[in-house]
């Protein structure tokens, strides 16, 4: 795996939309206002993608357009970071345009960048692992850096500035307030704080004792389920077999396995039939532990955890729970591949090694 330098002050970053188009609609202007804005108050300079604020429609209607904005913003020279402005649906889509384009490969293997995004960029983290690239399960554009409130969350600048160093180990650390989801995201929001709570529990070990290091692999289970079976775009399972974007089970073998649920919040019965589907699939029964990420607005917490008691009880495997990564405020950034540790006696998680390729 081939992990990208760091950012440093100065240095120009692409907003591409890989999922949902909305960056480009007139109702979220303020929003993109509000990123790029951000963006350079942290020093970088934000650069849209040709296709990225085309709107939801002709995004939808082309997949290939969002693929040929990653393939630029790898191939340009001048780019050195590339952040997702949102999630959405069916990124899975991109799948035939990137993978079929050997320039795209050659791009992506020759030129590595850093690569940040959640939800249903999950799935383009997973194609550009399979490509040998180092990614950030992290924050995005419109999510994180056009936060609506007076200034970016406290924990938030923090997982940026990580982007910016590159330290020999990083402990992910829980956040002391947890934050509620929008209601209103107009420009009549702009400058309002988002109602927040002490963190009360922090990291939560749900099974076992000790310490247990891997590699991280995972995203949003939504997605993940969604490449094994899918109502919604039955095709979705079968480019998923054709281009072996999900990690087959030996390559889940020995993995820290992280998780977390969608902003549609399913059902507790929903979550437990995907995590069924990830045992059927042979994934389960590979990894080394698993930690989750806080569910957003702490909806259905208990009754998760529950669940995942009741699918890993014959594997015995180690459980964390709480972390702030995924669709829950504030999150951090977990790097795909990179060696961590649970300890689970101390409820902490670490990253063993520097996020970033250490240059002489």
Known sequence: ??????????????????????????????????GQQRLRELGLIPIIMPNA????????????????????????????????????????????????????????????????????????????????????????????????GP?????????????????????????????????????????????????TRGYEVLRRTGHVQGRLLGGCIDSLNSLL????????????????????????HDKILFLETSEECPTPAAYQTMLQNLKCAGILSEVRAIITGKPQDERYYTDYCRALLTVTQDLDLPIMTNLNFGHAYPRTALPYELLATVDLDAQTLTIDEPYFRTTD
């Not at 100065?10 to 188009?21: E, H």
Request: a negative charge; one cysteine or more.
């Open 1 to 34: 795996m081939q992990k990208p330098t760091q950012l440093h002050p100065g240095d120009t970053v692409a907003i591409v939309s890989l999922s949902s188009g909305v960056l480009g609609e007139d109702f979220a202007a303020h929003e993109l206002t509000r």
């Open 53 to 148: 604020c085309r709107g939801v429609a002709y995004l939808n209607a082309h997949p290939e357009a969002r693929a040929v904005d990653l393939k630029q913003a790898f191939l340009d020279e001048h780019i050195h970071g590339i952040i997702c402005a949102i999630g959405g649906e069916d990124t899975f889509r991109l799948a035939p345009y990137l993978f079929n384009d050997p320039d795209f490969i050659t791009a992506v293997q020759q030129h590595p960048k850093l690569f940040t995004g959640f939800s249903d960029t999950t799935v383009d983290h997973l194609m550009l692992r399979r490509l040998g690239l180092v990614t950030y399960y992290g924050p995005n554009l419109l999510n994180d850096l056009a936060e609506l």
């Open 151 to 199: 200034d970016l969350l406290p924990y938030t600048r923090q997982t940026w500035a990580h982007y910016l160093a590159n330290p020999q180990t990083t402990a992910i650390t829980s956040s002391p307030v947890w934050y509620e989801e929008r209601t209103d995201f107009s420009v009549a929001a702009l400058d309002t704080p988002r109602v927040q709570h002490p963190e």
């Open 229 to 252: 079976t899918d109502t919604c775009y039955p095709e979705e399972p079968i480019i998923n077999r054709n281009y072996h974007i999900m990690p087959s089970p030996s390559e889940w």
